[in-house]
């Protein structure tokens, strides 16, 4: 089975806090997700990875960045949380040419 | 650009009933269609994959279909469960060749017992 694990299901956070999220997947997919999810506006994509070191800007990068340095590894960083920040942030997977998505558990993200 | 829409927004059933939950998509030209299930606070798991040489897809209680032509697709549970209550997306690939998905914003299920 596909495992996409989150290093965190809960965190707390202060506004200016510098934030790493890390989503590791053992599937050996090239591509890579991060999106937020939040009540109204559902799930939206922050940003992408087809490689490592590779990178692409979604629909709402902005305040955030990434890294891959690792194909089973995709951080997503907040440089600066503020309190819109706050939200459920989800990872998933894929292989190259898939649309076929897999998820991993989610991280509750409360910036105060 | 994809635009995918889920109606209703949300639904209240009692158990025992057969239900079907409505998926559409814009851009017809699509790989497959992928229907999750989200229990609250959780991540998604992928319930069904169509792909568009498929009209149907099943696994258990859930059958999913996918009507290209009319930009349409339909989730049914047969005789629902109050385990079946969560939220369920659908999801198509956007309209680049780029592995993204354009999800819509859910059907939320309650099964009453």
């Known amino acids: 089975d596909v495992k996409v694990t989150q290093s965190s299901r809960y965190l707390v956070k202060r506004t200016g806090e510098k934030v790493f999220l890390e989503c590791v997947q053992d599937m050996d997919h090239e591509n890579m997700f991060w999106y937020r999810q939040d009540p109204g506006l559902g799930l939206r994509l922050i940003y992408f990875s087809y490689d490592v070191k590779m990178k692409e800007k979604g629909d709402i990068p902005e305040g955030y960045s990434v890294s891959r340095e690792k194909k089973e590894r995709f951080s997503l960083i907040l440089e600066s949380a503020s309190t819109n920040q706050t939200s459920m942030y989800l990872c998933?997977?894929?292989?190259?040419?898939?649309?076929?998505?897999?998820f991993g558990p989610g991280t509750r993200l409360t910036v105060t | 650009k994809q635009e995918v829409t889920q109606i209703p927004a949300a639904l209240s059933v009692p158990e025992g009933e057969n239900l079907v939950l409505n998926c559409s998509f814009t851009d017809s030209a699509i790989y497959n269609l992928q229907w999750f299930r989200q229990d609250p606070g959780k991540g998604l798991t992928s319930l069904l994959l169509?792909?568009?040489?498929?009209r149907e897809q099943t696994s258990g209680r859930l059958n999913a279909s996918l009507d290209k032509s009319s930009g349409r697709s339909t989730l049914y549970i047969a005789a629902s469960q109050p385990g079946d209550s969560a939220t369920y997306l659908c999801a198509a690939p956007g309209s680049s060749n780029t592995g993204k998905l354009i999800f819509g914003q859910g059907t939320t299920l309650q099964v009453k017992p």
């Open positions: 998933a997977s894929s292989f190259m040419g898939s649309y076929e998505q897999y």
């Open positions: 169509i792909q568009s040489s498929q």
